[in-house]
């Protein structure tokens, strides 16, 4: 974990002094990397130390990156402004601090995961769930990667097209129309831990469902809103959606592939992030073609794709054998 904070966090930070593109490409390049061995092997930490509250570990674990993406553009717009693309650096000894940290840390994690390891399993030493373990359910996994590829589109999609629906729909400036996307991930950071929360109390499958019907016809009612009010309060119950589902996604993946705790992970956090970067281009061009209404009415459509998917998933059982 500490190489994958190093190499992102450094890469990133040293983008700014560079100017041609090949160097700026190879280090974006060199940050994914390091993204993917941290998220992976972090979230199966988390599943081996939060014992049954796997779904409120996790939804902590992730306000830190929608924290990031609602502080990140605040803190670069600062140090660019008083130091120029040089100010970027900040980032690499940031990453630096962090790791060092991780690696000082790292010996009492490892006992904190032999001591969990050893409590769980003379705790479910008898219970059903051992049954269920015996192997992997990839089916179940591969309709949930189908929900959070749709999901992911979505994600992106709105990431993308809010701050531009808001400008030229609604008439907002450039300036107030990214304080909308700020309020969401902002919003977000709360929302993912009520998720978590949730999951704990309710069901893991019962929180993905319920968002995902949520987010259907709230991105329907944008698309069919030009009033900049109105957008603004669409962000409260469209971030609810949209992030409080996160920690049960990976939790669910986790439970489905129990065997291949890690694997799932890094499935799961890895499409999550990248499947929708992939269609935002292709969201774009039919944007220019047929404008941002329709864009959100295309998004919409993905949304209730996910919707629909969460009925065929199954319920996952917890540790005691009981359906989550």
């Not at 904070?5 to 040293?14: A, K, N, R, T």
């Not at 309710?202 to 009612?221: D, E, H, N, T």
């Not at 309060?233 to 990976?250: E, H, Q, T």
Request: hydrophobic letters at 50%; glycine letters at 10%.
């Amino acid at each position: 974990m500490s190489l994958g904070i190093l190499l992102s966090g450094v890469s990133m930070g040293l983008v700014g002094l560079f100017k041609d593109y090949w160097s700026i490409f190879a280090l974006v390049t060199v940050s994914g990397i390091g993204s993917a061995i941290f998220h992976p092997e972090a979230a199966r930490i988390i599943n081996k130390l939060s014992g049954t509250k796997r779904g409120t570990a996790l939804s902590i674990f992730s306000v830190g990156g929608n924290g990031g993406f609602a502080v990140g553009p605040i803190i670069a717009v600062s140090v660019i402004t008083f130091f120029g693309m040089k100010g970027t650096v900040v980032f690499s000894l940031l990453a630096i601090i962090i790791s060092a940290a991780l690696l000082v840390i790292g010996p009492r994690m490892k006992e904190e995961i032999a001591k969990s390891f050893i409590s769980n399993n003379a705790k479910r030493a008898n219970s059903l769930i051992e049954q269920e373990k015996s192997k992997n359910d990839w089916s179940s996994f591969a309709r949930l990667t189908l929900i959070i590829a749709f999901s992911s589109v979505v994600v992106c999609g709105l990431r993308s097209f809010i701050p531009l629906y808001l400008v030229k729909v609604t008439g907002l400036s450039t300036t107030l129309a990214g304080s909308a996307l700020t309020l969401l991930f902002m919003f977000g950071v709360v929302t993912t831990l009520i998720g978590g929360f949730l999951a704990d109390k309710i069901g893991y499958l019962k929180v993905v469902q319920f968002s995902y019907w949520l987010l259907a016809p709230m991105i329907a009612i944008l698309s069919q809103t030009t009033n900049a009010y109105i957008c603004f309060l669409l962000m409260i119950p469209i971030g609810f959606a949209m992030f409080s589902p996160f920690s049960s996604v990976v939790v669910l993946g986790q439970n489905y592939l129990s065997k291949s705790i890690g694997f799932a992970s890094g499935v799961t956090l890895g499409l999550y992030f990248s499947i929708g970067g992939i269609f935002v281009p292709l969201i774009g061009k039919f944007a220019d073609n047929y404008g941002l209404p329709r864009t959100m009415e295309l998004l919409t459509i993905f949304a209730l794709l996910a919707a629909i998917c969460t009925f065929i998933l199954p319920k996952p059982m917890t540790e005691d054998g009981i359906d989550a």
